[in-house]
């Protein structure tokens, strides 16, 4: 049971490249998101989904996208990579309004 | 939204010593979590504890969410103890089963 396994866990884009950080969990939960760590700014969520094939908008999902094909993958999308993209990213997983697990996180820096 | 406020935001321990972070917030909750992320970046869970008291180790948790608050007890602090400590909240109903993170408190333990 590896809980909630990101990749990669550093990364260094030039502007207007694209990428995609993977998320998987095997815990079989239905709820899936990811938040990015600005300093001084805390968590803020990008994007989540409630399962297979639903997706919708957390508070900062601008220049970011998301598919959910399976329960156990929930990936995101940098389409043109921008500096103010730069942070830390971290997905997480819950059954339910419950406890919710993070993965390792990914450092992204956008230069 | 919900304000999750932390106090105190930064804390020198020397080692041994006992600790108390507390975490206010603004409005009805049906979760809380303790994390502690480590120099890492590791966001680790210590509790779940939308109400009530656990105790884990050292480490305990108490919240009262009828005032409104939840509090985190380190007893006979380690230098691995040392990092920031976040509180989450989710709120009834919030799209996504989002959690809003306080600013966190940085620990500091001293050998």
């Known amino acids: 049971n590896a809980g909630v396994t990101q990749t990669p866990k550093f990364q260094v884009l030039k502007t207007g490249q694209s990428m995609t950080l993977q998320c998987a969990q095997d815990?079989?939960?239905?709820?899936m998101s990811w938040y990015r760590q600005d300093p001084g700014m805390g968590l803020r969520l990008i994007h989540y989904?409630?399962?297979?094939?639903?997706?919708d908008q957390g508070e900062v999902p601008n220049g970011y996208n998301v598919s959910r094909s399976t329960t156990e993958d929930f990936p995101l999308r940098l389409l043109s990579a921008a500096p103010s993209q730069t942070s830390v990213y971290f997905c997480?997983?819950?059954?339910?309004?419950?406890?919710?697990?993070f993965g390792q996180g990914t450092r992204l820096t956008v230069v | 939204g919900i304000q999750v406020e932390q106090s105190p935001p930064d804390l020198i321990l020397q080692e041994g010593a006992n600790s108390t972070l507390r975490c206010n917030f603004s409005?009805?909750?049906?979760?809380l979590q303790w994390f502690h992320q480590n120099p890492w970046g590791q966001l680790i869970n210590l509790f779940y504890?939308?109400?009530g008291t656990k105790q884990n180790g050292r480490l305990s948790a108490t919240t009262v969410a009828t005032e409104r608050y939840s509090l985190l007890y380190i007893s006979s602090s380690q230098t691995t103890d040392s990092g920031v400590y976040f509180c989450?909240?989710?709120?009834?109903?919030?799209?996504?089963?989002?959690?809003?993170f306080g600013g966190g408190t940085r620990v500091l333990v001293k050998p």
């Open positions: 409005d009805s909750v049906n979760n």
């Open positions: 504890i939308p109400s």
């Open positions: 815990m079989n939960h239905e709820y």
């Open positions: 997480a997983s819950r059954l339910g309004r419950t406890e919710a697990f």
């Open positions: 989904s409630v399962g297979a094939g639903i997706t």
């Open positions: 989450a909240v989710g709120r009834p109903k919030a799209a996504g089963n989002k959690l809003t």
